[in-house]
């Protein structure tokens, strides 16, 4: 059974630019949240989606969005890029919101953003 | 709120040697507990939970966390550290009403020969 799944892989991008990352969580999977690394730091939660309705939002600008489709696979998209912006974007799927029901999340192996 | 302490930025040991990472959290409500283990360029994996029932846990490579309420800690040991655990640690804290995990800042374990 596939894990997580995460595109693109790497990403280069110039400050001002828009980016989309991809996330295609585990079959059966209802929950997707994103989270961002910065280098040297723990993960910071930006968004969660549950059946296609945001459910929980971080402390991230407006410049960032998310959504989940029907399929509950989840885009998530930053406007007007910034140096600080570079970092590793991680996904998340599990079966329900409450991770306590069901263990945790398991994460996908990330996409490396780097703004130049 | 809730929030993760890891005091440790790097911990170097040598293979064969024992291991603690100490992770502190702090929230007013009920808590569950995740460590995560982080390769070079990989995403993050569980490496085990405390969401209830026996305060000790373990993991299937030999880690193993205590829940401490009284101490509010949440350490990982291993007694006998392999090349292999090399690797970033994360601890992390969920608590039902903010549907999220909190995580700590991490702790890098070096193993040495």
């Known amino acids: 059974d596939a894990g997580v799944t995460q595109s693109p892989t790497h990403l280069i991008k110039t400050r001002g630019q828009h980016v989309t990352l991809r996330c295609s969580p585990i079959s059966g999977h209802k929950s997707v949240s994103w989270y961002q690394q910065v280098l040297g730091q723990g993960p910071q939660f930006i968004f969660q989606?549950?059946?296609?309705?945001?459910?929980g939002r971080g402390n991230f600008p407006d410049r960032f969005s998310a959504r989940q489709f029907p399929n509950y696979s989840s885009e998530l998209n930053v406007n007007a890029l910034l140096l600080g912006d570079s970092a590793l974007y991680l996904c998340a799927s599990s079966l329900e919101i409450d991770l306590t029901l069901n263990g945790g999340y398991t994460f996908g192996s990330g996409t490396r953003l780097t703004v130049v | 709120a809730q929030s993760v302490t890891q005091l440790d930025s790097q911990v170097p040991v040598f293979e064969e040697a024992p291991v603690e990472l100490r992770c502190n959290y702090s929230?007013?409500?009920?808590?569950?507990l995740f460590w995560y283990v982080q390769y070079p360029n990989q995403g993050l994996q569980l490496l085990l939970k405390y969401l209830s029932g026996s305060t000790l846990v373990e993991s299937i490579n030999g880690f193993e966390a205590e829940f401490n309420k009284s101490q509010t800690s949440f350490h990982l040991r291993k007694p006998s550290v392999h090349i292999s655990d090399t690797a970033e640690y994360f601890c992390a804290v969920f608590t039902g009403t903010a549907s999220k995990l909190t995580f700590g800042t991490g702790t890098r374990l070096q193993v040495t020969l």
């Open positions: 989606y549950y059946e296609k309705e945001e459910r």
């Open positions: 929230s007013s409500v009920s808590v569950y």
